[in-house]
């Protein structure tokens, strides 16, 4: 059984309430400990207190030894101050009200009364505050300030300034949660405001959270600006598709259009942030070139037809053939039901081994932990808040792994952690690495070889000294001595993505850095960078024995040998390096299939193409890159005569061989946990809010 930490606590009083609270606990999150609540504007539990706003005064005293109690001269500010032995609070009188008005009335002086039109309206902290804490009337009669209107800060963040309090929420996210720090005050008194660099593009990768922290109108969604009222919104939760990290997020939609995406608090994955990615990427899903009806081609023309048709026609194609002569090539942002059906139908029903879910240029024949004996365990993203030190290795995380990328640099900010990043060209993590070592191109199998012998771990080539690496790599040898003696002393784990297998060396690359960690006892995190890349590998959607692999599929179909491909859920046209070879493989292939959500270019050369619901139609499992299953209901309502993928698979199963029908995705999971071993304990009624990591 694991220690529990030992947690100093203190006796502290709240409204002559007694409380014990954490030794050093801001008495602003004390208070919540008893059901009661103080305004806040400025203070934000994930960032530093500053007490800027003052409107969390609390009055105060101190029990003394002897016994009376000593009351504080002055209201103290809730979130700038600790809680500590004897504190005693009181978070409602009559002097405190008043304080309260007082900062709501200098506040509204120049706060344009724009509610009606303001995008904040109905959902405002400084609406609600006023509300509950402030003056009935104004006493202000002069002509408030005035400022430009809607002033574009990026293609997705829009600036009001006149309704600015110059909480310096945005100012503090910048700093101290994305790092890139590219907003700051200018100016001072009433003519503050938060501004870029020269009035530079707010090009940040994570400038959509700055619309969510805001407690006013100030920065608002470029997206959705004027598009919705909060009342007319409906709010579900999901997950976001766009990346491996599997973000929780609130999607709110009206008519059935996706309005905007807010993140959803989840501790053990985004906390609360998202990415721009993210947060904007989710409009496509009411785009024209949606796929709606089943198409069948009639005399050389893609023509709708009913389902029935469609299978018809499928059926017909698939007679005859054997497992060699068919192949299925998917797309890894397919749910792990999705995935499941397709290769059960494949697999066990018309025994084809050629299934691949991978584009790069690499495809290694077995996985890296059958081969090298690693775990198939992986570093959480919340575990990396407690590495002292942490090697990230030729990837750009901002870009690939972006909530990975907040985790570590909060672990370097609040820790201390020491990390040390290894790549070509400079990544956003070098604002606060430890240590870089930037290397030539092509030259990643040499540093992360160079690295263990440096470490001195047994196994490591002794040709590859420091200085030699340092040749062949251009990375200062005594560099590659500090960055080895640190990730062997501190047992760094290790990040790489499998962005690397798109390296003409890329499986050397992932050999040496497989090594390392095993030589040195640390984690070696391979991580997926799709949404459910990683799902994909555990439904063993791969080639199965004597079975092809992507490249060895489009050949296949390029010369005749493959007769029958589908595709589901991904076009190869825009994803795979060699884009000759697709498109000479489409185009010999005698019968081809695409299950897809939206108009692909393959679409052109379909003999049937089968209408997919996306992510947020159906109700669907997604494993993240650290192997986490979160489940996703539907929000909205199926586009057209679109079908869940696996629905279709089932359909089509049921022509080829009557068995007992699925009926929902849960009698999916149900089959999923009793075949693949590392879903045995999953079940919808039973995963959690925040997931769960397979074992």
Not at 70 to 90: D, S, W
Not at 237 to 245: A, D, L, R
Not at 608 to 631: F, H, I, K, S, W
Request: aromatic share 8%; hydrophobic share 40%; with cysteine.
């Amino acid at each position: 059984m694991a220690a529990v930490a030992d947690v100093q606590t203190v006796n502290i009083s709240i409204n002559d309430i007694p409380l014990q609270v954490p030794k050093g606990e801001m008495v602003v999150e004390s208070v919540k400990r008893i059901g009661l609540e103080i305004p806040i504007f400025c203070y934000h539990p994930r960032l530093k207190p500053v007490g800027m706003c003052r409107m969390c005064l609390i009055e105060c005293a101190y029990k003394m030894p002897d016994g009376s109690v000593r009351k504080m001269p002055k209201p103290q500010a809730a979130c700038t101050l600790p809680a500590t032995e004897g504190l005693i609070v009181y978070t409602d009188t009559e002097a405190l009200r008043k304080d309260r008005k007082g900062v709501l009335e200098f506040l509204l002086i120049n706060h344009p009364l724009d509610c009606p039109i303001c995008d904040r309206g109905g959902e405002c902290p400084l609406q609600n505050n006023t509300l509950f804490y402030g003056p009935s009337t104004s006493r202000y009669v002069e002509m408030k300030r005035h400022a430009p209107k809607a002033f574009p800060l990026s293609q997705y963040v829009t600036l009001d300034l006149e309704r600015c309090i110059q909480c310096g929420r945005c100012v503090r996210f910048t700093e101290e949660i994305s790092g890139d720090s590219q907003l700051a005050f200018r100016f001072r008194g009433g003519h503050m405001q938060p501004s870029t660099f020269e009035l530079r593009n707010f090009d940040s990768k994570f400038s959509g959270n700055v619309i969510e922290i805001c407690p006013v109108g100030a920065l608002t969604n470029a997206k959705y600006r004027f598009r919705a009222r909060p009342w007319d919104l409906q709010t579900r939760p999901g997950i976001c598709t766009e990346c491996s990290n599997g973000c929780n997020v609130h999607v709110d939609y009206r008519v059935n259009q996706v309005m905007r995406i807010n993140g959803r608090t989840n501790e053990a994955v985004n906390e609360e942030w998202t990415c721009d990615r993210g947060k904007f990427g989710h409009y496509q899903i009411a785009s024209n070139s949606r796929l709606s009806v089943p198409r069948v081609r009639r005399n050389d023309k893609l023509a709708g037809c009913s389902w029935t048709d469609a299978y018809n026609a499928v059926v017909a194609a698939l007679h005859g053939l054997s497992g060699k002569q068919m192949a299925v090539l998917g797309g890894a942002r397919n749910s792990n039901e999705d995935l499941y059906a397709v290769q059960r139908l494949f697999r066990t029903q018309l025994g084809c081994e050629n299934l691949d879910f991978r584009f790069t240029r690499v495809l290694p024949k077995e996985g890296l932990e059958q081969r090298l004996g690693l775990p198939r365990t992986k570093t959480t993203l919340a575990e990396f808040e407690k590495q002292k030190a942490i090697l990230v290795f030729g990837t750009s995380l901002a870009d690939e792994e972006p909530i990975l990328f907040l985790r570590i640099r909060k672990a370097w900010f609040n820790r201390g952690t020491k990390v040390v990043v290894a790549s070509e060209t400079p990544t956003d993590a070098d604002s606060f690495a430890h240590l870089i070592l930037r290397y030539k191109p092509g030259t990643e199998a040499a540093l992360a070889a160079g690295l263990a012998t440096a470490a001195g771990l047994k196994g490591a080539d002794a040709r590859l000294t420091p200085a030699a690496v340092e040749a062949e790599t251009g990375v200062k040898a005594a560099d590659i001595v500090a960055a080895a003696e640190l990730l062997r002393e501190q047992n760094a784990p290790i990040v790489a993505t499998r962005g690397i297998y798109n390296l003409p060396n890329g499986q050397e690359v992932v050999d040496a850095l497989a090594a390392f960690a095993v030589n040195s006892g640390s984690a070696f995190n391979l991580y997926a960078l799709q949404s459910n890349e990683q799902g994909a590998e555990e439904m063993c959607f791969l080639p199965g024995p004597g079975g092809l692999d992507t490249r060895q599929v489009l050949e296949g179909c390029a010369n005749g040998d493959i007769k029958f491909l589908w595709l589901i859920g991904v076009d190869p046209i825009t994803v795979y390096y060699d884009q000759a070879l697709v498109a000479k493989a489409l185009e010999n292939v005698e019968f081809l299939v695409i299950q897809d959500v939206y108009e692909t270019e393959a679409l052109a050369y379909a003999s049937v193409a089968l209408p997919m619901t996306a992510p947020l139609e159906a109700d669907g499992t997604y494993t993240n890159l650290e192997r986490r299953v979160q489940l996703m209901k539907q929000i909205l309502p199926t586009h057209g005569e679109a079908k869940p993928g696996w629905r279709v698979l089932a359909e089509l199963a049921l022509r080829l061989k009557p068995e007992s029908p699925l009926f929902n995705p849960s009698d999916v999971m149900d089959r999923i946990a009793v075949d693949v071993p590392a879903f045995a304990g999953i079940r919808y009624e039973d995963l959690p809010a925040e997931g769960q990591i397979l074992a």
